[in-house]
T-cell receptor, first 112, second 117 residues
Framework: ELKVEQNPLFLSMQEGKNYTIYCNYSTTSDRLYWYRQDPGKSLESLFVLLSNGAVKQEGRLMASLDTKARLSTLHITAAVHDLSATYFCAVDLKGGTDKLIFGTGTRLQVFP | DGGITQSPKYLFRKEGQNVTLSCEQNLNHDAMYWYRQDPGQGLRLIYYSQIVNDFQKGDIAEGYSVSREKKESFPLTVTSAQKNPTAFYLC????????????????FGPGTRLTVL
């Protein structure tokens, strides 16, 4: 059974600190996506990673993909309160199903 | 502006009543999806459609039905058979095959919050 696991599930961190969210998946895939969800809102696309070794950065967030290890990371640098949200990774299944398999989500809370 | 719209934003259903949630996109996307999200939880796939007039069950299709008569539209009906429908429903779309798309980034609508009275 295909699994996409994120850890931690909940992260409370102080402003200014660094931390990494991990996304592990159990199937072969070379395409992975990161989304952000604010409380009560929909999902917003953050990063699209389309090959092994891909690295994307936007502001204080940087995402990377290691397809051999079946691992993606979302690194937070010098966290600020505005980054408080839930972050989901999603793995693109091969084989033409067009489906994404979403991770469990990581709820990030940044406090002063 | 291109995007995905869902209506209504809030919906209240009485016991035994069927309700239909609307999802429309003008992104020329071929694939469309319906997800359910319960409080504090992740996304669960209800139904998805890769092309017009075709759709497949997701992980939790029981008590739901869909149609895909037009490329732009993918309405979801929550039937009386769905015993616990209170949740946040998200519609998404992806892939413009005419452009030779090779990635499956899904774009989400704003969601419909359904409550059973």
């Amino acid at each position: 059974e295909l699994k996409v696991e994120q850890n931690p599930l909940f992260l409370s961190m102080q402003e200014g600190k660094n931390y990494t969210i991990y996304c592990n998946y159990s199937t072969t895939s070379d395409r992975l996506y990161w989304y952000r969800q604010d409380p009560g809102k929909s999902l917003e696309s953050l990063f699209v990673l389309l090959s092994n070794g891909a690295v994307k950065q936007e502001g204080r967030l940087m995402a990377s993909l290691d397809t051999k290890a079946r691992l993606s990371t979302l690194h937070i640098t010098a966290a600020v309160h505005d980054l408080s949200a839930t972050y989901f990774c999603a793995v693109d299944l091969k084989g033409g199903t067009d489906k994404l398999i979403f991770g469990t989500g990581t709820r990030l809370q940044v406090f002063p | 502006d291109g995007g995905i719209t869902q209506s209504p934003k809030y919906l209240f259903r009485k016991e035994g009543q069927n309700v239909t949630l609307s999802c429309e996109q003008n992104l020329n996307h071929d694939a469309m999806y319906w997800y359910r999200q319960d409080p504090g939880q992740g996304l669960r796939l209800i139904y998805y459609s890769q092309i017009v007039n075709d759709f497949q069950k997701g992980d939790i299709a029981e008590g739901y039905s869909v149609s895909r008569e037009k490329k732009e539209s993918f309405p979801l009906t929550v039937t009386s058979a769905q015993k616990n429908p209170t949740a946040f429903y998200l519609c998404a779309s992806s892939i413009d095959r005419s452009g030779g798309a090779f990635r499956n980034e899904q774009f989400f609508g704003p969601g419909t919050r359904l409550t059973v009275l």
